[in-house]
T-cell receptor, first 115, second 117 residues
Framework: GDSVTQMEGPVTLSEEAFLTINCTYT??????LFWYVQYPGEGLQLLLK?????DKGSNKGFEATYRKETTSFHLEKGSVQVSDSAVYFC??????????????FGSGTRLQVQP | EPEVTQTPSHQVTQMGQEVILRCVPI?????FYWYRQILGQKVEFLVS????????KSEIFDDQFSVERPDGSNFTLKIRSTKLEDSAMYFC???????????????FGPGTRLTVL
C-alpha cells in the first residue's frame, strides 16, 4: 500500500541555520503531498501542500517540491527560528481499496532550534 | 478562528473497559476522521465519516471500534473493550470535502492521549 518515510529526529539546529527534512513516498497513481506541523500541546496544522509533480508548496518560509522522479517531498527552510521548534509530519493522500483517498503519514520529525 | 476540539486531553483506563473519546469538528465541515499515533510510531488512519455513516475504514478499525455523531456537533470514537495496545494519541479531524479532492485540507484537533493499564 501507499506509504511515507521521513527522516528520524530529533533534528537540532542553531537559529538561522538551514533546514532540510527528508520525505520519500510510495504511492499508486498521483497522490497529493502535504507537510503538517504540530506545536507543543496543539493539533496537527497543515503547513504546505502540492497536488501534482513539480509543484512547489510554500508557507512561512518553508518550501517543498513534489518530485515524482525521486518520489520525494523534502521540506526546507533557509533560516530557522526558535519558534519553528515542533514536530513535522509528511503525508500523502493515499489510495484506498475503494478507490477513495485518505491521509497517510510519516512518523514525524522533531525539530529543536536553539537560540 | 474555527478549530477542532477534543476531550478529554488525557484518558486513563483499565484494560477491558469502554472508553469514549469526544470531538467537536468545525461547524460547516462535512467529513470527519479519526487517526491514532502509538508513541514513537506513525500517525495512522482509522476511519472517515460522512453523511452519518462510515465512508472509509482501515484494517485497524475492527469491531471493537465504533463512531457516532450523536447530535449536530459531537463526533465520538468508542472503544468497547480496551487493550493495552490501544494506548495511543487519538486525533480527530474534519474537512469540507473528501481528502484528495479539491477541498482536501483536514483540520486536526489537539488529540486525546489514551493510556490503558
Amino acid at each position: 500500500g501507499d506509504s511515507v518515510t521521513q527522516m528520524e529526529g530529533p533534528v537540532t539546529l542553531s537559529e538561522e541555520a538551514f533546514l532540510t527534512i527528508n520525505c520519500t513516498y510510495t504511492a499508486t497513481g498521483y497522490p497529493s503531498l502535504f507537510w503538517y506541523v504540530q506545536y507543543p500541546g496543539e493539533g496537527l496544522q497543515l503547513l504546505l501542500k502540492a497536488t501534482k509533480a513539480d509543484d512547489k508548496g510554500s508557507n512561512k518560509g518553508f518550501e517543498a517540491t513534489y518530485r515524482k522522479e525521486t518520489t520525494s517531498f523534502h521540506l526546507e527552510k533557509g533560516s530557522v527560528q526558535v519558534s519553528d521548534s515542533a514536530v513535522y509530519f509528511c503525508a500523502l493522500s493515499a489510495l484506498m481499496d475503494t478507490g477513495r483517498r485518505a491521509l497517510t503519514f510519516g512518523s514525524g520529525t522533531r525539530l529543536q532550534v536553539q537560540p | 478562528e474555527p478549530e477542532v476540539t477534543q476531550t478529554p486531553s488525557h484518558q486513563v483506563t483499565q484494560m477491558g473497559q469502554e472508553v469514549i473519546l469526544r470531538c467537536v469538528p468545525i461547524s460547516n465541515h462535512l467529513y470527519f476522521y479519526w487517526y491514532r499515533q502509538i508513541l514513537g510510531q506513525k500517525v495512522e488512519f482509522l476511519v472517515s465519516f460522512y453523511n452519518n455513516e462510515i465512508s472509509e475504514k482501515s484494517e485497524i478499525f475492527d469491531d471493537q471500534f465504533s463512531v457516532e455523531r450523536p447530535d449536530g456537533s459531537n463526533f465520538t470514537l468508542k472503544i468497547r473493550s480496551t487493550k493495552l495496545e490501544d494506548s495511543a494519541m487519538y486525533f480527530c479531524a474534519s474537512s469540507e470535502g473528501l481528502a484528495g479532492g479539491s477541498y482536501n485540507e483536514q483540520f486536526f484537533g489537539p488529540g486525546t492521549r489514551l493510556t490503558v493499564l
